[in-house]
Nanobody, 124 residues
């Protein structure tokens, strides 16, 4: 199983970006998908997450500006980031809690997987 993130870049304050992350491989079921970020010198923090049923949760600093969605048929999660601010600058990581299909063909226990990270830089 792999998570492949894309969509980061350099933008000016007030502009928008859309991040995407697809889970691929021998997947039985994807549970929660989410986005985390880590700025230099800071701990990794949860930005937003979404359940398979579509329930969402956001960290306070992005509420009203960011929107997380997912396409269950594609095992893909998106993060639409609007009104970006310099303090949104960080490496963004996608995550997925999922059950894979093991070598025996049976579903594995749920575990967390991480994408490789994509840089988002917002200039003032």
């Amino acid at each position: 199983v792999q998570l492949q993130a894309s969509g980061g870049g350099l933008v000016q304050a007030g502009e928008s970006l859309r991040l995407s992350c697809a889970a691929t491989g021998r997947i039985f079921r994807v549970n929660v998908m989410g986005w985390y970020r880590q700025a230099p010198g800071d701990q990794r923090e949860l930005v937003a997450q979404i359940t398979s049923g579509g329930s969402t949760d956001y960290t306070d600093s992005v509420k009203g500006r960011f929107s997380i969605t997912r396409d269950n048929a594609k095992d893909t999660v998106y993060l639409q980031m609007n009104s970006l601010r310099p303090d949104d600058t960080a490496v963004y990581y996608c995550s997925a809690n999922l059950r894979s299909i093991g070598a025996t063909g049976l579903p594995s226990d749920s575990r967390d997987y991480w994408g490789q990270g994509t840089q988002v830089t917002v200039s003032s």
